[in-house]
């Protein structure tokens, strides 16, 4: 039987964009839909049940457990996904009939019969529904990029047979690939894009301007959010420092005018362009601005590292559900020719997502794969003044590797590339450098940063100890064979303290170190390693309280060992001998008070390394703190800011340049405060900073959890 509160299950699938809205053709009369969904008890005793029985079933097929497409749910209980501001009421949209734009029945007290025939999403029919008040927009906007799949179409039509993008239409793309590349007014202007989870952004309430977090971010995830807010980098200036967001360059001009014809975004003339805003920019008095002019794309020097579209691998589950399990996005710099016939002849080129068999499963292989590159212009949202390009010119001149030749991509790629590869002698040549570049005077210690290949050599040396942080049930599901095993949480208190996560005492570190899950001597050398969770950067900082000195740390943790294709052991963990650590206490954390007293004496560098949306407060780690934000004159400097894609850290000279251009260098006159939200990326930075010889670094114990709860 299905019970009326077990009605609510039928909401969940509607939550894409929006659902029955609350409306009034009579000011002083309510309607069932306006006196259950303004009603937040109503809708959380509804939604409880139904929570409590999807958690039964899964949400998603097993296949669709792997690194790519998966539903982000709301950072919000459910019954706000659907739960309407009463205020709308108020409003031009709130005047208008529920059932005028979604159907449904409106005067049901029940849910299943209410909900009959309801229409989730009337944007998705724009003309028929925000075009009656808003024609001139919708007009166009129906054919724009956010609302008309007809590029990523044009694209499957050069690639695919007829036949074969008919099979697709009917397969993949609407249940798959139409999450992403379809939008509708609704999703920009009232709700949650479906792939975000769907609901309700404002109760119902209609935003000119769409969310930058909730509404633009979901969608753009990859590679142009990750890249733009710092998740994978440093992020991008315009945002970092200057807070700008999608709407500051993407005007809503823009994203409503009409790519009828367009192949891409490149080929419609709203298109944004740097010279806009930064109109002199090309005649100087930068000497390198004029001579690169109409030859070399701004983020050709300007960018940093970028995310790339690696591969969609599609395929259907046991249900015949379509789903995708793509390799994460790895960072890369590739310049190539440009495929446009207007613009700079040397650009930057972005991997697209797609292989010879992403459709395999569906349509088998794709008949003209070859008629278009797997690299496509691309316009990174890393955007900084000093890059380690601007840095100096042979850093670009002479870099075979940057560009994109015949010897850098696939042999069976080289035709459908030919128009955007370089020949080998075409890589600009090494010039005279125009200036010099600052660089930190680092001195690294070379023991404590070991490659894969050393420690596939050195693992059974006598004086060492491999040591995995993650959490058990991850070391015991494949590990690197001789590894102990003590999970990060050891190290700290738990979610329970306030705050939470602070490291444990020196005294009692020593004791976990010492016990029988590890049996830590000082003779003994400890190489760390995580799953790129900064585990091993919390491990590291509770060894150097212990006062601990032989510490290394493996370069690109497991995953390294994975790629270099290293065997992997299961099970339990070895138990080693029990010793008394001879614990020297260092002291190595500061609090809330000690960055407080800092403040203002220009002696004291706080840097903050979560990514820039959580340093600006557009982001918050809510499950440790209630509000957002940064600590006052902080400077952001995303830890990713430091390592390749695949987690290794730059060489020593890029690693010294990034951190003189931030203002950390190592000097006894200015200590160096690291924070992030619990103190585990800072005490991963201060790992790094101690391998690069910096002694005047310490680690924000509380972190942003601390600081949140005593200045709220």
């Not at 939550?15 to 006196?35: E, H, I, K």
């Not at 190290?491 to 705050?499: E, I, K, L, Q, V």
């Not at 590890?518 to 491990?539: C, Q």
């Not at 990514?611 to 957002?628: E, F, S, V, Y």
Request: hydrophobic share 30%; with cysteine.
């Amino acid at each position: 039987m299905f019970s009326a509160k077990l009605a609510a299950l039928f909401l969940l699938p509607l939550l894409g964009v929006t659902l029955a809205s609350p409306a009034l053709s009579d000011s002083s009369t309510q309607n069932q839909c306006t006196l259950c969904h303004t009603n937040p008890d109503a809708i959380d005793e509804l939604t409880a049940d139904a929570i409590s029985f999807a958690e039964n079933e899964p949400e998603i097929s097993e296949l669709q457990r792997g690194n790519g497409y998966r539903i982000k749910q709301a950072p919000f209980d459910l019954y706000e996904k659907v739960l309407v501001d009463k205020t709308f009421l108020s409003t031009p949209h709130g005047q208008i009939p529920c059932q005028l734009c979604h159907l449904g029945d409106p005067e049901s007290t029940d849910p299943d019969t209410a909900h009959n025939g309801m229409i989730a999403d009337p944007s998705l029919n724009s003309e028929d529904t925000c075009g009656q008040c808003h024609g001139d927009l919708t007009a166009a906007a129906i054919n724009s990029l956010h609302m008309n799949p007809a590029p990523l179409y044009k694209t499957l039509e050069k690639r695919c047979s007829k036949e074969q993008v008919d099979r697709l239409k009917d397969t993949v793309l609407d249940t798959t690939c139409l999450t992403c590349h379809q939008g509708s007014c609704g999703s920009c202007h009232v709700s949650r894009p479906a792939v975000a989870g769907g609901g309700l952004r404002a109760g119902h309430l209609f935003q000119k301007k769409p969310d930058f977090v909730y509404q633009c971010l979901p969608c753009h995830t990859h590679p142009t959010g990750t890249d733009f807010i710092g998740k994978e980098g440093k992020g991008d200036i315009h945002y970092q420092k200057y807070k700008m967001t999608c709407s500051d360059c993407h005007s809503g001009q823009e994203l409503h005018a009409s790519a009828e014809g367009a192949d891409s975004r490149y080929h419609f003339e709203q298109l944004p362009e740097c010279v806009d805003c930064h109109t002199t920019v090309l005649e100087g008095p930068v000497p390198e601005h004029v001579l690169h002019k109409n030859n070399v794309s701004c983020s050709v020097c300007h960018a940093a590292s970028y995310q790339n579209c690696d591969s969609c691998h599609l395929g259907t589950d046991e249900d015949g559900i379509a789903y995708s399990q793509s390799p994460p996005p790895t960072k890369g710099f590739h310049i190539g020719l440009n495929p446009e016939k207007d613009g700079p002849r040397y650009v930057l080129m972005r991997k697209i997502g797609v292989q010879r068999d992403t459709f395999d499963a569906t349509i088998g292989g794709m008949k003209r794969f070859s008629a278009l590159p797997t690299y496509k212009k691309a316009t990174p949202h890393t955007i900084q003044r000093r890059t380690w390009q601007t840095a100096d010119c042979n850093h670009c001149h002479g870099n075979k590797e940057l560009f994109l030749t015949q010897d850098s991509v696939p042999f069976d790629t080289l035709v459908a590339n030919r128009h955007i590869l370089l020949k080998n002698q075409d890589v600009p040549d090494k010039v005279q450098p125009r200036r010099s570049f600052i660089l930190s005077p680092i001195d690294p210690d070379v023991e404590m940063r070991v490659s894969t290949e050393w420690l596939n050599t050195h693992q059974k040396d006598k004086n060492l100890i491999i040591l995995d942080t993650r959490t058990k049930a991850q070391y015991e599901q494949g590990h690197i064979p001789g590894a102990y095993h003590l999970c990060f949480c050891l190290f700290r208190s738990g979610a329970d303290t306030t705050p939470p996560y602070m490291m444990q005492p020196p005294e009692q570190l020593a004791e976990i170190f010492g016990g029988k899950r590890l049996g830590l001597s000082p003779e003994k050398r400890i190489v760390l390693y995580d799953d790129e969770h900064s585990g091993r950067g919390i491990a590291f900082l509770a060894l150097k309280m212990i006062g601990h000195e032989k510490i290394s740390f493996l370069d690109g943790n497991i995953a390294d060992w994975k790629r270099q294709g290293y065997p992997l052991a299961t099970g339990k963990a070895p138990v080693a001998k029990i010793t008394k650590y001879p614990v020297k206490p260092q002291d190595l954390l500061v609090n809330n008070h000690d960055i407080v007293e800092s403040m203002g004496s220009e002696q004291t560098i706080v840097v903050d390394v979560r990514n820039a949306a959580q340093h600006n407060g557009d982001m918050n780690r809510d499950d440790i703190a209630r509000k957002g934000g940064s600590i006052p004159e902080s400077l952001s400097f995303p830890l990713r800011t430091l390592m390749d894609s695949g987690g290794k850290l730059y060489p020593k000279e890029r690693l010294s340049w990034l951190l003189s251009t931030a203002g950390m260098i190592p000097s006894q006159s200015k200590k160096i405060y690291t924070t992030c939200n619990t103190n585990m990326l800072a005490a991963e930075l201060y790992m790094v900073l101690t391998y690069l010889g910096y002694d005047n670094v310490k680690v924000h114990d509380g972190s942003w959890a601390e600081w949140a709860a005593e200045f709220e």
